[in-house]
């Protein structure tokens, strides 16, 4: 009897943002959306098992569509009510996830503002594919 085996990948196709600041996520939004002339706003919290699925830890979400490119944008918080979204970031207080298409030149532009303004430590692209637990990222 011959054996199959079935080799699963994650689809990761969106840019991730990884962002330190000490600010609240709402005041941080705040922040965001004044700084791009944006209009992110407060969506249901990402809700992921926690502690072999016993309980569920909670995140912060927050949303914005670019109409003209059909660009989604969310910001996640990375700390939740139980733990981390990914452990192995917890510098990155912040994630913006960026689905659909975004130009480089955008990217770089937006990450250029974001780091900007004065309360956000840094901004940086993270690779979500060299991440351990690139899984909580996917919703």
Sequence with gaps: MNKTT????????FKLLAISSQLKDYVFCFKINKQLSIDFCKISDLELPFNGGNENNYFSRYFYLMSEADTELYIIANKGSEGFLVPEMKKADFFILIRNYIDLEDLKHLISRLNKIPEILVAIEVDPKKLKSKENLIF
């Design 6 to 13: 079935l080799k699963f990948e994650l689809d990761l196709d």
